[in-house]
């Protein structure tokens, strides 16, 4: 069982919603993920610089089992976590398997 916090702000350029911002900002960030542009000038020239500060209260918990038989060991984890914050309910979810071999020398 977890149990954390989270704090989370910065400053942001929206650039990906195409209905929520200008056609020149969209484009100019089109431009740089496709590689078109090397520098973020335009970018800061046609998007509105967005601030954002979040925080929440978060629970989770974490199933580890772990194998072998003869040369072969198994292990799988599985981690998830809830945070609610101020905006929205956060989920971050880790899953790992992991199948060794194991030499006798």
């Not at 989270?6 to 089109?30: F, H, K, P």
């Not at 993920?33 to 925080?55: L, M, R, W, Y």
């Not at 914050?85 to 971050?92: I, K, Q, R």
Request: overall charge negative; some cysteine; proline content about 2%.
């Amino acid at each position: 069982m977890s149990f954390g916090y989270t704090n989370i702000r910065g400053v942001s350029y929206l650039t990906e919603d195409q209905q929520s911002v200008s056609a020149l900002c969209w484009q100019a960030g089109e431009s740089y993920v496709a590689g078109i542009t090397s520098g973020v000038q335009p970018i800061k020239d046609n998007c509105d610089q967005e601030s954002f500060h979040d925080s929440g209260w978060g629970t989770g918990g974490r199933i580890f089992v772990d194998g072998r038989y003869k040369n072969v060991m198994a292990d799988f984890n599985a981690a998830n976590m809830i945070i609610a914050s101020d905006v929205d309910f956060l989920n971050p979810l880790k899953i790992s398997l992991t199948l060794s071999y194991v030499l006798n020398m």
